[in-house]
């Protein structure tokens, strides 16, 4: 079973910062099948990449993703005050899904 | 467009039961797999179970394995999760979202379950 693990588990930053969030898989899985979502408090999670790098539809080009193996990131250029949430990365294998704990982006 | 809204939350004892639907609209339903996430106070997403478009796999986290059984219906374009011998453990909201690989698009709105005494 593949676990997902996102550090750091908190990241403060300001508007017109950047954010890199890293998640490590346990072990190597392909990109095709990396997800990375937004979640804001009361709200279901929100597609943002998937594929590793592709973004989902409106997903605003200040979000990008990189990674291959067992390390991908989730970039965002510069930070918007909509984009302080929480993030999670999340891999789909064999019918079943795994996500990361989570990195939560406050001011 | 595509809207998924789950039902059937509410307030039940340790060891009770509990049946949540999902209805869906805007997509074909009988073209899709379904999941369900879940997702307790202050903590983060935890897959729960997937069924295959025309019902024919069904697929559980170890943790609900033998006490939830999923079920679609694409006559009435609803999913549905049975949840059996329930736990504190259990306490979440859940939501259901449409299969599309490598991620999931479309969410619910959720619904909370509390198992509690």
């Known amino acids: 079973e593949i676990v997902l693990t996102q550090s750091p588990g908190t990241l403060s930053l300001s508007p017109g910062e950047r954010a890199t969030l890293s998640c490590r898989a346990s072990?190597?899985?392909?990109?095709?099948?990396l997800a990375w979502y937004q979640q804001k408090p009361g709200q279901a999670p929100r597609l943002l990449m998937d594929g590793a790098s592709r973004r989902a539809t409106g997903i605003p080009d200040r979000f990008s993703g990189s990674g291959s193996g067992t390390d991908f990131t989730l970039t965002i250029s510069r930070l918007e005050p909509e984009d302080f949430a929480v993030y999670y990365c999340?891999?789909?294998?064999?019918?079943?899904?795994?996500f990361g704990g989570g990195t939560k982006v406050e001011i | 467009q595509v809207h998924l809204v789950e039902s059937g939350g509410g307030v039940v004892q340790p060891g009770g039961s509990l049946r949540l639907s999902c209805a869906a609209s805007g997509f074909s339903f009988d073209s899709y797999g379904m999941h369900w996430v879940r997702q307790a106070p202050g903590k983060g997403l935890e897959w729960v179970a997937f069924i295959r478009y025309d019902g024919s796999n069904k697929y559980y986290a170890d943790s609900v394995k033998g006490r939830f059984t999923l079920s679609k219906d694409n006559s009435k374009n609803t999913l549905s999760l049975q949840m059996n011998s329930l736990r504190a453990e259990d306490t979440a909201v859940y939501y259901c979202?449409?299969?599309?690989?490598?991620?999931?698009?479309?969410w619910g709105q959720g619904t909370l379950v509390t198992v509690s005494s």
């Open positions: 979202a449409q299969d599309l690989v490598p991620g999931l698009k479309y």
């Open positions: 999340q891999h789909y294998g064999r019918s079943l899904l795994t």
């Open positions: 072990q190597s899985v392909s990109s095709s099948y």
